[in-house]
């Protein structure tokens, strides 16, 4: 096997690197770093991604890296996934990226064309007139005055906990992947989301 002629990216832990490969061992520096150093524990993302060079220090001959993948199995649309932070430049190769077809530029705006004060008052009248019959239009059909809002749809409802039930398997019998219980948990304040208990009632997105 030859890594000659390819894009390599080293993907490992700082903890386990003197283990597997030997505190002195420096002869992967030459290639790109994908380091997995964990904001929080598995499962859990911040709200907001850190810099490259968080808590970064040196080891393996490496003095930076070029990709952070700081969260690992956290939930992204009813799915867990691995959350990474790349620096491009830091590759030392191109990515191929697609470039948009650029936007057609806007029609010319049509002249403007000026109006009498003869004609203004013209149609300001005829305005007037249309406004007036809409109005004893609208009366005709609705009496009684303006229809009443109707109140928004519920955008949740509600779960009562039984006896050992979890939010992620509360999240499976209501037919989502179970990595969606972090969800349930933002949406009731639960700050513990793996402690519930029975008859606690739930909000349940309405989409579920």
Known sequence: LTLANKNIIIYNRKNNWPVVMGAGVTEFQQW????ARYYFKSGYKPTTPPDIDWKWAKYGGWKQRAILQYAGTAPVNGWSA???????D?????????????????????????MSSKEFQQLDTRLKSIQTE????ARSYHPDGPRKPQPAPRKYREYIVVAGDSLSLIAKKLGVNAGRYTEMASLNGIVHPFTIYPKQV???PATW
Request: no cysteine.
């Open 134 to 137: 809409l109005k004893s239009h």
């Open 90 to 114: 830091r590759l030392g190769f191109d990515l191929f990226v697609d470039t948009p077809t650029p936007p057609k530029p806007p029609a010319p705006k049509p002249k403007e064309e000026g």
């Open 82 to 88: 691995d959350w990474n932070v790349v620096a491009v």
């Open 32 to 35: 790109a770093l994908w380091e």
């Open 202 to 204: 739930l909000k349940i």
